[in-house]
């Protein structure tokens, strides 16, 4: 099946620095791309959805100056997570559909896990 | 009310035994359901897709009931690695969304 690269893996940084967590389909191209967070013991939550050459479109509560998508190229998003702080700790997973992709079926990365101290 | 609704258990049942998860969706123009499961820190994996009626895959069985808008999920003979959290999620065509219910825990005990 399609592969989703996630890195880094794991992240740890000090508060107020920003962290850039790299997407990329391996196999395939990616034309919409979805950045997910999941806190601890809870299920994920869509926080933006990224199309290849346009701007990113965020949930509502989410901010877009705060959490900063890229989708540069077929293959490739960034999330990056400015100013960070402790409650941005989470786990962040991406995923991603292939064009004409209709049927809702996403490939997912290995997810980022960022702690903020 | 929640777009995916998930009882977040835990279900503790001994191996061999049969479990159901249900799971109720409010997006009616929602177009296909999925099953995934996720151990602990990893990210999801599909375990099963539910386009029409329903699905099945060996142990595990998927239901659709778009009349009362739930998906359920089937699993017999419970094995110790089938241990996870299952999420459902709906795909809504029109929103190109994946939408992912709280998850149900699962634990199986020898």
């Not at chain 2, 992912?100 to 020898?110: D, I, K, R, S």
Request: net charge neutral; proline share 4%; charged share 20%.
């Amino acid at each position: 099946g399609a592969v989703v690269s996630q890195h880094p893996s794991r992240v740890i940084c000090k508060s107020g620095t920003s962290v850039k967590i790299e997407c990329r389909s391996l196999d395939f191209q990616a034309t919409t791309m979805f950045w997910y967070r999941q806190f601890p013991k809870q299920s994920l939550m869509l926080m933006a959805t990224s199309n290849e050459g346009s701007k990113a479109t965020y949930e509502q509560g989410v901010e877009k100056d705060k959490f900063l998508i890229n989708h540069a190229s077929l293959t490739l998003s960034t999330l990056t997570v400015t100013s960070a702080h402790p409650e941005d700790s989470s786990f962040y997973i991406c995923s991603a559909s292939g064009a004409g992709e209709t049927t809702g079926e996403l490939f997912f990365g290995e997810g980022s896990r960022l702690t903020v101290l | 009310r929640k777009e995916v609704e998930q009882d977040p258990g835990p279900f503790n049942v001994p191996e061999g035994a049969t479990v159901a998860f249900n799971c109720t969706y409010s997006n009616s123009a929602s177009q296909s359901f999925f099953w995934y499961r996720q151990d602990c820190r990893k990210e999801p994996k599909l375990l099963m897709s539910v386009y029409s009626s329903g699905n099945e895959d060996g142990r595990f069985t998927a239901q659709l009931n778009r009349a009362s808008q739930y998906i359920s999920l089937l699993i017999r003979d419970s094995k110790l690695s089938d241990s996870a959290t299952y999420l459902c999620a709906e795909y809504g065509g029109a929103t190109n969304k994946l939408i992912f219910g709280t998850g149900t825990l699962l634990a199986v005990q020898p």
